[in-house]
């Protein structure tokens, strides 16, 4: 533990050693005191190291009682003081006390502390009877103290702090070094060595009170004598001393200038693109002024003739050879004549049916954008299809200016919302490379309505209207219920891209079953009272339509049930 001599705090914090008749045994007891300056100031502790040397010089040996058996005065208990008095004259190290802390009645005070070198103890001189000399000199030194929050630190009421008591019958002398915070603060600690020869006062207080004497300084002091060099003056803000504005703020209350420059300012409006109060145009240009008259976007294009921004002009070369916007506006009218066909395998009432829809197209046609299939009466057996039932079978023939293609399909259930049943044409047979084997040629959506069934499609629009040749068909095996006899009438309703519609109906005779069952009985007696066998028979031909119920009643006698 090094300490540093302070020349001129020895003259801040002196040191008297006061003489008095000790209480029993012979000779002089001295104690040693540190004067303070200030009430706050604190006694931090007594050391001695090879840079500041520690010497008490007793010749003739000091007294130590047998009834202390600690190096301080905590081992001076004021209990025992009237069984051993010469325990009042013991010799001990101390910071503020004269007696174990607890029973000072300083609160906040605490015994202090030692530390010491093994080589070179200071804590025989307080424990042994007669000894003659106290030194601390080497690396590692001694030293005992108090921390910075035990009260008995504190001047008393006469601005001094006791630290050692020495009972003697001869001379004493030495050096003491001392460490003390001015008024507390530790970073502030001074420590001072100082030579002294029996009682006296050592290093008076000087009566130099230092401060700023500079009368323009902020911090002026006007009952300074010496100048400590603290003088400073107000800075920007008005701070003695203070070092203005800090770096990053604009001004003394902590504010930033904002993204326009103004110091504490909210920065650009919410809304506004720049400072000025502009917002961007419809370009991104910030206070710049829109797309220019003329023009149809920021990169100055203007519309062609067929209303496109930046566009070539009429590109779609029509079967005249002329050049127009879109296929729409030639001039040639397109054929719309498709083929459609109807067919029912079971013509009976309440029969179940196979329907067969069959369509086709010429090069050149008009191509269909939607299909509709209704009737005005049957329906659909749709009770028990779940999701992935196939329902039918399809084709579809291709002739293209790529090549001739043919097409199967199954007809699979993919989805089922709200009575509607979305069905895929799954292909199972094909040597198109647009539609391979596992791919799906097309959909529509099947239903039963108020009136009969209803088969819809919609084709997804092209830019090409024209239809290459080709025929498809779709059979509904087993899936349509016949209605009672009479005319039912399926209507084909097909629209084109280019808006031309060909509506076709196809009217089927729904045949009427025969129900003409053959029916006898016979009895086996006819007499009167008597008991008789009962024969009924009954028989239907081929083709009629089936018995629901049979009831057979008599207008006389009974059945014997008796013991039955």
């Known amino acids: 533990m090094i300490f540093v001599s302070d020349a001129q705090a020895s003259a801040q914090y002196g040191l008297t050693v006061e003489a008095s008749t000790p209480a029993v045994v012979p000779g002089t007891t001295y104690r040693f ?15 001695g190291n090879n840079e500041s040397n520690l010497f008490v010089n007793t010749p003739d040996g000091v007294f130590n009682s047998g009834f202390n058996g600690s190096w301080s005065a905590s081992g001076i208990n004021p209990a025992f003081l009237s069984f051993f008095p010469d325990m009042a004259d013991d010799t001990y190290a101390t910071i503020g006390l004269t007696g174990p802390a607890s029973v000072s009645g300083i609160s906040g005070a605490a015994d202090p502390s030692i530390v010491e070198d093994g080589d070179e103890p200071i804590t025989p001189y307080f424990l042994n009877d007669g000894a003659t000399s106290l030194s601390s000199t080497s690396l590692t030194g001694s030293s005992w103290f108090v921390l910075n929050t035990a009260e008995n630190g504190l001047p008393d009421a006469d601005m001094r702090v006791l630290i050692l008591q020495v009972t003697t019958t001869g001379s004493i002398s030495g050096t003491i070094n001392y460490q003390v915070f001015p008024l507390g603060v530790g970073s502030d600690q001074v420590q001072i060595s100082i030579d002294f020869d029996g009682p006296g006062t050592y290093g008076e207080p000087s009566q130099d009170v230092l401060g700023c004497t500079d009368d323009t300084a902020c911090n002026y002091d006007a009952d300074a004598t010496t100048d400590d060099g603290s003088c400073s003056v107000n800075d920007e803000c008005g701070v003695c001393g203070g070092s203005g504005i800090p770096e990053g703020d604009c001004d003394c209350a902590g504010n930033i ?6 110091c504490g300012g909210s920065g650009i409006p919410e809304g506004d693109c720049d400072c000025a109060g502009n917002i961007l145009d419809e370009c991104g240009v910030c206070g710049g002024a829109g797309i220019p008259e003329g023009d149809c976007d920021c990169a100055g294009n203007i519309l062609d003739e067929c209303g496109v921004c930046g566009g070539s002009g009429p590109s779609f070369t029509c079967s005249d050879g002329s050049l127009v916007c879109a296929e729409a506006d030639c001039s040639v009218t397109l ?4 083929t459609v066909d109807m067919t029912l395998d079971n013509l009976t009432e309440s029969g179940t049916s196979s329907i067969t829809y069959t369509m086709s197209q010429d090069n050149g046609e008009s191509e269909i954008f939607s299909s509709s299939i209704v009737s005005d009466g049957g329906s659909f057996n749709l009770t028990d299809l779940v999701v992935g039932d196939v329902i039918g079978s399809g084709s579809l023939s291709l002739s293209l200016f790529s090549g001739d293609f043919d097409i199967e399909s199954d007809l699979t259930v993919s989805g089922i919302a709200n009575g509607n049943y979305t069905v895929f044409n ?3 047979s094909s040597n198109s490379p647009v539609y391979p084997v596992g791919s799906v040629a097309g959909g529509f959506v099947i239903s039963n309505t108020a009136n009969g069934i209803s088969i819809y499609t919609e084709i997804p629009e092209d830019e090409d209207f024209i239809s290459e040749a080709y025929s498809m068909s779709l059979t509904f095996v087993d899936l349509f219920v016949n209605p009672s006899d009479g005319d039912l009438t399926f209507t084909s309703t097909l629209t084109a891209e280019l808006g031309d519609v060909d509506v076709q109906d196809f009217v089927f005779a729904i045949e009427s079953l025969d129900f003409s069952p053959s029916v006898d009985m016979s009895l086996s007696n006819l007499n009167g009272s008597g008991t008789s066998s009962l024969t009924y028979t009954m028989s239907q031909d081929d083709g009629e339509s089936e018995i629901f119920s049979s009831s057979v009643v008599s207008d006389g006698g009974s059945f014997n049930l008796i013991g039955w």
């Open 257 to 262: 200038l904002d993204e326009c420059g103004v």
């Open 33 to 47: 005191y540190v004067d303070m300056l200030d009430p706050t100031d604190r006694m931090s502790a007594v050391f």
């Open 335 to 338: 054929d719309f004549s498709p």
């Open 426 to 428: 799954q292909v199972t």
